[in-house]
């Protein structure tokens, strides 16, 4: 994964209805795992530049051991649905070759290992259970096909481009197939080759299997932001759809030492800030070898989804604003309405406490109403004799808002993360 793909624009193939409803989205699951997960390094790119005696182990030995025996789709469905996310995209194949899925195309994969189950089938079912959306991750750029071929293993390399290596072509034309006719509409397909994979008529294989499919790296916009990297979000908003690929620590795969995380809040505020500018967030979790997630990102998603209970509306179906964010102030707006979201970010909020905020770029009609999602406005508990009713009014063309928080979160009545406005019938230009 790189910057490349920061530069790819959208596919006028992609169905345009399809493109909406990932905008609509906003909050998908990343899932990176895979075979190598049971040493800890990054996902496959240990293969090149290694030498036969890694390579043979790695193939030949790793499938032998890996028995996820702890796996329970079920429970990361449940997770991921309270966290917020709306659809999942599991890497089925990585560089490395090794198959998730129950295929008749490799010997290495999951069927040949002391799991022998489908994993791709039990999360498919799981996260469909709960109506979330169903994403694939795959790679054309196979290792595992490099080395039974006898070529290097490289990703830049003549014979290392699918569209120069026409088995491996064929290889990944009949996985794409069985993926597509043996798991049941595919709303998401992740195609993360680095070499046009375009020109070798991957995306409309795809598409002729599944017109449905929405393809995302490998036909829009996918920036890759993680902390090792110096990338960062787009600098402005953007109309058309584009999906932020984020990682909680450093590694999209497990790593289970030498890992630093963000924590929950940072996590937040870059979604706010992905949706406020248009896009979509794509944030990974790399589970354990043994099917577990690790604690560490299962807090991260807990906070996540504390938060996301309450201010999920400001999230989902909404579009940038012309001006999206005041300082430390962020907006989105509510999809085909005239309702305004505001997000207070970087700023310690204490319960009970009145804040006042001015607003030069929101103008209100006299219908509006403006109240912070989650709260009633009416009840600050143990006290009756407050009443947290948020007032506003404009003011020298701005709009002027004075409002408590009200609801406790957490037991000791703090909470880091950001309080949402809403604003409804604003005069939007």
């Given at each position: 994964m790189g910057s490349f793909y920061a530069a790819l624009s959208s596919s006028a193939e992609n169905n345009p209805a399809r493109l909406e409803w990932l905008k609509d989205a906003g909050f998908g699951l990343f899932i990176h795992w895979s075979v190598d997960s049971q040493l800890g390094v990054v996902i496959s790119h240990s293969l090149v530049g290694a030498d036969e005696a890694y390579c043979e182990y790695f193939f030949n030995e790793l499938p032998k051991t890996f028995n996820p025996t702890?796996?329970?789709?079920?429970?990361?469905?449940?997770?991921?649905?309270?966290?917020?996310?709306?659809?999942?995209?599991?890497?089925?194949?990585?560089?490395?070759?090794?198959?998730?899925?129950?295929?008749?195309?490799?010997?290495?994969?999951?069927?040949?290992?002391?799991?022998?189950?489908?994993?791709?089938?039990?999360?498919?079912?799981?996260?469909?259970?709960?109506?979330?959306?169903?994403?694939?991750?795959?790679?054309?750029?196979?290792?595992?096909?490099?080395?039974?071929?006898?070529?290097?293993?490289?990703?830049?390399?003549p014979e290392a481009i699918p569209t120069n290596n026409p088995e491996l072509m064929a290889l990944n034309k009949e996985q794409v197939r069985e993926l597509l006719t043996n798991y049941g509409p595919v709303d998401v397909f992740f195609i993360d080759g680095i070499h046009g994979h375009r020109s070798g008529g991957l995306n409309e294989h795809i598409w002729a299997l599944q017109p449905g499919c929405l393809i995302t790296r490998g036909a829009i916009s996918t920036p890759e932001i993680a902390p090792s990297t110096d990338q960062t979000l787009p600098v402005s908003s953007k109309d058309e759809p584009w999906e932020a690929c984020f990682t909680m620590g450093t590694s999209w795969h497990y790593k289970p030492t030498n890992e630093t995380y963000r924590d929950g809040t940072q996590w937040i505020d870059s979604l706010i800030e992905t949706r406020a500018k248009g896009g979509t967030m794509l944030l990974n979790i790399g589970p354990k070898p043994n099917g577990e997630i690790p604690i560490e990102q299962e807090a991260i998603l807990r906070e996540i989804a504390a938060w996301m209970a309450i201010n999920r509306e400001a999230i989902y179906d909404v579009r940038p604003l012309n001006v999206f964010r005041e300082d430390n102030l962020w907006f989105t707006q509510a999809k085909d309405e005239d309702t305004v979201y505001v997000f207070v970010k970087d700023t310690e909020w204490k319960y009970g406490e009145w804040k006042s905020f001015e607003l030069n770029n929101i103008k209100i009609t006299e219908e509006s109403v403006v109240s912070i999602l989650g709260q009633n406005d009416r009840v600050l508990e143990y006290r009756e004799d407050v009443l947290p009713q948020t007032e506003w009014e404009m003011q020298d063309g701005a709009l002027h808002i004075t409002a408590m928080r009200a609801q406790r979160i957490y037991n000791d009545r703090t909470w880091p993360n950001p309080v949402v406005l809403k604003i409804t019938h604003v005069n939007i230009q």
């Open positions: 702890d796996y329970d789709p079920d429970e990361w469905a449940r997770l991921a649905k309270i966290a917020g996310f709306q659809y999942v995209v599991f890497t089925v194949k990585h560089h490395s070759g090794f198959c998730m899925w129950d295929t008749e195309t490799t010997d290495f994969d999951i069927m040949n290992t002391p799991y022998g189950k489908d994993i791709t089938r039990e999360l498919v079912d799981a996260f469909r259970t709960y109506g979330l959306g169903i994403g694939f991750y795959f790679s054309p750029d196979d290792f595992s096909e490099f080395y039974r071929q006898g070529t290097l293993i490289s990703r830049v390399r």
